[in-house]
């Protein structure tokens, strides 16, 4: 019996080598029926017995000619192969780059734009205003539907003149930083005058929640002129060239005085 075991157990000892540069390892005996036994650390065969230690810690054995040793040697054999190939580290697999918006890609929220280099005619008063509108307040809340998410807000003109036609659209982001949508929202004022607000209100079908909003609030801006009058103040219109009346002659020093009224 123990010639007929010295060849398995030389076996199972160039396994038990090969498996230490792993830091975690499972032997296992297979017995003649096919069945697996999982042994803490590799078994031995004493005599006719073999000896192992269960993964629970307890010393156990089984009559020899119970186990097929060959094929013991040959499955942790394999298992050994198979700690040692997940211990070796592998490159990460390449990920796509992530789209993500500086804030030069995002346009300002508030605040006068600057003119351009080239210089835009000044006498163009039909050209968009330089933006004095900001957005002062804000609060996010599902829709009645609860499969997206709306956005109410108030708008300022903090400028001089009043502004016509505003607009504000708004970019919603997600916790990565990336643009999940973007959408105008409905201003319920056509024009804000100087130092007034306005609200707004935009709704995300099927966005049920963002991180951060940006906005962007335009407008057209113009300034009422007072009417030209018709002539200096404190002159009849028309009374421009009028010769001046002549003064009044004093009567004679021997004039009757005039009637009593």
């Known amino acids: 019996m123990v010639n007929r075991l010295r060849f398995p157990l030389l076996a199972v000892a160039a396994v038990a080598l090969a498996a230490t540069a792993g830091a975690a390892r499972a032997d296992w005996l297979v017995t003649r029926d096919g069945g697996r036994i999982e042994t803490k650390g590799p078994w031995k065969v004493d005599g006719r017995r073999i000896v192992f230690t269960l993964p629970n810690g307890t010393l156990s054995s089984m009559r020899a000619d119970e186990i097929d040793l060959d094929q013991s040697a040959a499955v942790t054999a394999k298992a050994a192969e198979a700690v040692q190939e ?19 890609d995002i346009p300002p929220v508030s605040g006068a734009d600057e003119e351009e280099a080239s210089g835009e005619a000044a006498s163009d008063k039909g050209a968009a205003a330089a933006s004095t509108l900001e957005v002062t307040t804000w609060e996010k809340t599902p829709t009645s539907d609860g499969e997206g998410v709306e956005i109410f807000g108030t708008v300022r003109n903090n400028g001089t003149t009043n502004i016509t036609s505003p607009s504000v659209m708004v970019m919603i982001y997600g916790a990565d930083g990336g643009l999940l949508a973007t959408n105008e929202a409905a201003v319920n004022a056509g024009m ?8 707004f209100r935009v709704a995300f079908p099927g966005v ?31 009374s421009e060239g009028a010769a001046p009346a002549p003064p009044a002659e004093a009567p004679p020093a021997d004039a009757p005085p005039p009637p009593a009224a």
């Open 86 to 104: 997940a211990s070796v580290a592998r490159p990460e697999p390449k990920k796509e780059p992530v789209l993500r918006l500086t804030e030069k």
């Open 192 to 199: 804000i005058p100087a130092g007034k607000t306005a609200n």
């Open 208 to 238: 049920p929640d963002f991180t951060a909003a940006k906005f962007d609030a335009q407008g057209r801006g113009f300034k009422v002129n007072p009417e030209a009058t018709g002539g200096e103040a404190g002159e009849a219109p028309g």
